[in-house]
């Protein structure tokens, strides 16, 4: 392959070959291609697009760059999850413990957060001692040990996708449809698992804004997983207020308890079940027996319980006292009486980063004491001085009155209740 | 200027601002801005193409990344000529010669050449002891000495352009309007002649194929140019066939010395009297009495001492006997009876860079003995057997008998004779 010649080809709208997809990733993968180069083809594909062959195509090269895990072929019955990333998304904490209490081997690749998205990496890094698995005989241990495997992004798995990720950070394509199904899905295949469940987040606090894109990827992601073999459902889900009432490590990790002890936050907990029904009915249960059996296990502690071993298995302590706290608080209230009409997500998701529970560049240290609690819901009838959010203060200096009017302006104030959003929007690749 | 905002908005085809041209074009020359995000901005504007604004814009800030030699405010009446490359195209070694003997200053900035088409610097080569001027001091010296100056491209003219240039050949984005403007344009006016005359080459031997995509980019160049203060003629002159009837660095000399003697071949004669009729009407001539001018300097012997002259004062021997001579020669003969319905240009350009006259990669050596004579035209008329091009070999071991087939199999030979073609097929920006 001559790889000017099918940057060329790209570039004029063309098909590429399985060839030509082969030489871009390896040559992404053993640094035979130039960063120049795959930032050129990255383009070429983010304007041009690629077919769904194509896609396919480039997915599984990636996932072939590196190790596979295999884990369905020892445990079929193992589900893989995966979230577009959102604010205030502590899903995949209460998630893991509760399928996994249920008898569904449960097995998540996390990731570092960037952005005003936080990372389930940077969650799990806020209890002490936990490590996620670092290679397969690591993650086959922790499966076989309590039936849930937390996993590290390692060198191993997909390297093509490393390298093109930090490219498209650079480049400007971060938003092209068949690279983020490439980067999402080459993970998730070589990790193996047979059956994932996808949640695609939507709106204003998500990095899909509309239901048009949102759709677009869900049933792109779909398609691909099919492609490859694997069963998999997909759920849009609302992100245009925060998902949960806590963003910030501790802080997701405590709320992620809370849920597990059958209180927390009604939203988090209702989108975990929802996404626990798809695991389960995937592993065959009938959808009304999912709902029950999950609904059992959060009320009889046993999910609680799995929660407790799975982070004793990865080295952790489970005692939430052993959580950081925040050493000071500012308090954002609401400036005039009204109905809560808007939530801004991304720009709370910011604070918190600016707070230090997040990262602006991939090199920042994150402070796991630090995080915003939101008090107040789209739809809400607020009084004037009512607190809307509190800004939780870690270790970094921080403009706290600055941040404090942020966090005001983020909260939109109305004569009239908005219409209330569904928290699903929609289910793609089958139903429950 | 965030620069991956920028490249983002070009990304979905927007126009680019001052700013982020200008820190572009500072992140090309300083290397502030890495290749990987050149190159996916190179892909961006090549995809989106760019307004007339925004390539004046990347020409003028592309200009002013290096040196200034401003020709025009010393020799306001210097022209400068430029071609886009063809096969057999010796014009500029009549054209500087001729012009300047008509008392217009010629200052020329000449290239290597790289694939079919030669470049101007490889044939001056040729001449024993030949310099081009290599910086602004000598480049003023020998237009005082001799009114002509060939300069050879340098480091402190356009240092953006010599980065763009060798990432556009890695990232197949060559073929880019903007792009090529700009980097034919931010030269031209660095050296600064206030006049210039252009010729775009047009047909299967040139790098634009269609008379609509050599029109697009002489209208271009024509409107930069006038958008800079320069006055300028742009010819669209025919490459289906090589111009001249010789290949080959020191057989180009040789060619151009024919011409300056007041033979030579015909089309490359013509078109450099074309060429130089428009510099002398630049220069304030009228039409009729430029083409007397040019014809009377052929003839009374001037323009060949002109250019024993320059030669001279570039270090040059002009002893033609001096020049470079092929060992040994194959001969390609007609193998059927007919019309000369075609002569590949960019096929006998390939067999010449084949034979050492050229270069296929940039560090390639050229032997200025090698090259290609073409003996039949299109619409000649040959018998069987008869020489249809000599492929004169120099140092190199080639393949003597593969390329005497491919050299036999570019010309093509049918029953009826083709309909004569223009040599000049349009005349942009003024006309004489």
Same mark, same amino acid.
């Given at each position: 392959v001559n790889f000017v010649e099918a940057i060329a080809r790209k570039r004029d709208g063309l098909e590429l070959s399985h060839e030509e997809i082969e030489a871009f990733v390896q040559g992404a993968s053993d !640094? #035979?291609?130039g960063d120049e180069q795959l930032a050129a083809m990255l383009m070429a594909i983010c304007i041009r697009g690629a077919s769904a062959g194509e896609t396919q195509n480039l997915v599984e090269t990636m996932r072939d760059s590196g190790a596979l895990w295999r884990v369905g072929a020892d445990y079929p019955a193992a589900v893989d999850k995966h979230s577009t990333g959102g604010v205030g998304d502590t899903v995949s904490l209460v998630f893991a413990p509760l399928v996994a209490s249920c008898g569904v081997p449960v097995v998540m690749m996390a990731g570092a957060g960037l952005g005003h998205t936080q990372g389930t990496l940077d969650k799990l890094d806020a209890i002490p001692g936990f490590h996620p698995a670092e290679n397969r005989a690591r993650a086959f241990q922790l499966l076989d040990r309590c039936g849930v495997c937390f996993a590290a992004q390692s %060198? %191993?798995? /997909? $390297?093509a996708d490393r390298r093109l990720y930090l490219l498209r950070d650079l480049t400007a394509t971060v938003p092209s449809l068949p690279l983020i199904v490439a980067s999402i899905m080459s993970k998730k295949l070589a990790v193996g698992a047979a059956r994932l469940v996808l949640d695609v987040k939507c709106g204003s606090g998500a990095f899909l804004k509309t239901r048009k894109a949102a759709r677009e990827l869900a049933e792109a992601l779909v398609g691909v997983a099919h492609g490859a073999g694997v069963e998999v459902r997909a759920l849009i889900s609302d992100?245009?207020? $925060? @998902? !949960?009432?806590r963003l910030g490590c501790a802080s997701e990790v405590r709320a992620a308890l809370a849920v597990l002890e059958g209180k927390g936050d009604p939203r988090l907990r209702d989108l975990t079940l929802e996404l626990g029904a798809e695991a389960l009915t995937l592993a065959g249960h009938a959808p009304d027996e999912a709902r029950r059996q999950l609904a059992t296990r959060l009320a009889d502690g046993s999910a609680l319980a799995k929660f407790r071993e799975l982070v004793e298995a990865h080295g !952790?302590?489970?005692? %939430?006292?052993?959580l950081a706290r925040p050493q000071t608080a500012v308090t954002a209230t609401a400036r005039r009486e009204g109905y809560v009409t808007a939530v801004d997500a991304e720009e709370l998701g910011w604070i918190a980063v600016a707070l230090g529970a997040g990262r602006r560049t991939s090199t920042d240290e994150v402070d796991p004491a630090a995080g915003v609690a939101v008090h107040a819901r789209v739809g809400e009838r607020v009084s004037a001085g #009512? $607190? @809307? /959010?509190t800004l939780e203060l870690g270790v970094r200096q921080v403009d706290g009155e600055g941040l404090r009017a942020r966090a005001e302006a983020a909260f939109g104030i109305g004569d009239e209740a908005p219409a209330p959003a569904p928290l699903v929007l929609e289910r793609i690749g089958g139903s429950t």
């Open positions: !640094g #035979r291609v %060198e %191993e798995i /997909a $390297p992100m245009t207020q $925060p @998902l !949960g009432s !952790g302590d489970p005692d %939430e006292k052993q #009512r $607190p @809307l /959010a």
